[in-house]
Nanobody, 116 residues
Framework: QVQLVESGGGLVQAGGSLRLSCVASGIIFSLASMGWYRQAPGKQRELVAGITNGGSPNYADSVKGRFTISRDNAKNTVYLQMNSLKPEDTAVYYC??????????WGQGTQVTVSS
């Protein structure tokens, strides 16, 4: 059974930083590509950052230069370091991986709120 458990969200002032963590179980983590998505109220869920099993990252244009995705295969954990946060970064952030036939697995989400 695949489980993704996020943590690290919270309330922060604009310009501040947060680090999100996602611990995965039920998968061979070292072989899995992982992603962070977010969903703001009234908006569609969007990809924020992804990282391949080889460690290659990709980012949405809106977060390039501010967010960094990384992984620790020994801990089955993927991280999202978020710096220079803006109010428009406010959203629920979800960890994601894909299984067989591109089935999406999601964590429960962690709320990030950036005050101006």
């Amino acid at each position: 059974q695949v489980q993704l458990v996020e943590s690290g969200g919270g309330l922060v002032q604009a310009g501040g930083s947060l680090r999100l963590s996602c611990v995965a179980s039920g998968i061979i983590f070292s072989l899995a590509s992982m992603g962070w998505y977010r969903q703001a109220p009234g908006k569609q869920r969007e990809l924020v950052a992804g990282i391949t099993n080889g460690g290659s990252p990709n980012y949405a244009d809106s977060v390039k230069g501010r967010f960094t995705i990384s992984r620790d295969n020994a801990k089955n954990t993927v991280y999202l370091q978020m710096n220079s946060l803006k109010p428009e970064d406010t959203a629920v952030y979800y960890c994601n991986t894909k299984g067989a036939r591109n089935f999406d697995y999601w964590g429960q989400g962690t709320q990030v709120t950036v005050s101006s």
